[in-house]
């Protein structure tokens, strides 16, 4: 199973991106939890936000009112829409599924990069 992130970039201190993750097999999100994480340099992996395949989501609070999560579970992709961009959202950002109980798995991503500029 592969999962393919893009749509990260280059853009000014409050725009916005949008991140897509596609997952080479869609059937992987049934009981699962999809989530977006990130990675600045010198900092650990960090939770931005995640979705149940039921549609529950949690946020991380640095970007709770400007980030949103959705996932389209028939297509196998998950989504991180991002505005009010920050100097501090720079970072690499990678997306995973898991799934905690049988059959489990832990599949990620291979970043993609958003830099914001202030």
């Known amino acids: 199973v592969q999962l393919q992130a893009s749509g990260g970039g280059l853009v000014q201190a409050g725009g916005s991106l949008r991140l897509s993750c596609a997952a080479s097999?869609?059937?992987?999100?049934?009981?699962?939890?999809m989530g977006w994480y990130r990675q600045a340099p010198g900092k650990q992996r960090e939770l931005v936000a995640r979705?149940?395949?039921?549609?529950?989501?949690n946020y991380a609070d640095f970007v709770k009112g400007r980030f949103t999560i959705s996932a389209d579970n028939a297509k196998g992709t998950v989504y991180l829409e991002m505005e009010s961009l920050k100097s501090e959202d720079t970072a690499v950002y990678y997306c995973?599924?898991?799934?905690?109980?049988?059959?489990?798995?832990?599949?990620w991503g291979q970043g993609t990069q958003v830099t914001v500029s202030s």
């Open positions: 097999e869609r059937s992987i999100f049934s009981g699962a939890v």
């Open positions: 979705i149940t395949s039921g549609g529950t989501t």
């Open positions: 995973n599924v898991r799934r905690l109980f049988l059959p489990r798995y832990d599949y």
